[in-house]
């Protein structure tokens, strides 16, 4: 079965670290260009980072710049998310999402949007306690 299946979720500590990994089961995400959004209860689905798909470049969003870093290994399949110095209100659930609309191309700054990503995982939910 293809898909992008989430892990490393929890229950963690404010100040805490956690890191999210993404794993495509059944194809290859290699050549294609990975996000994470989160969506908090209440909330609409949000951009929180994105990477190439050589891993050569990303972006974060402004929230969460300085705690959070996005990396892939290609060989291992997986994208990961190193989340530190959490906070309560990065509360959430977390998906990973790929653009298999370009292979090994058009990576560019619309990658921060939902818009660009047709295949999701289910989430994996990230709970900070204060």
């Known amino acids: 079965q293809v898909q992008l299946v989430e892990s490393g979720g929890g229950l963690v500590q404010a100040g805490g670290s956690l890191r999210l990994s993404c794993a495509a089961s059944?194809?290859?995400?290699?050549?294609?260009?990975v996000g994470w959004f989160r969506q908090a209860p209440g909330k609409e689905r949000e951009f929180v980072a994105a990477?190439?798909?050589?891993?050569?470049?990303?972006y974060v969003a402004d929230s969460v710049k300085g705690r959070f870093t996005i990396s892939r290994d290609n060989a291992k399949n997986t994208v990961y998310l190193h989340m530190s110095s959490l906070k309560p209100e990065d509360t959430a659930v977390y998906y990973c999402?790929?653009?298999?609309?370009?292979?090994?191309?058009?990576?560019?700054?619309?990658?921060?949007?939902?818009?660009?990503?047709?295949?999701w995982g289910q989430g994996t939910q990230v709970t900070v306690s204060s």
């Open positions: 999402a790929a653009d298999t609309s370009h292979y090994g191309s058009g990576w560019s700054v619309t990658h921060r949007s939902i818009n660009e990503y047709n295949r």
């Open positions: 059944g194809w290859t995400f290699r050549g294609y260009a």
């Open positions: 990477i190439s798909w050589s891993g050569g470049s990303s």
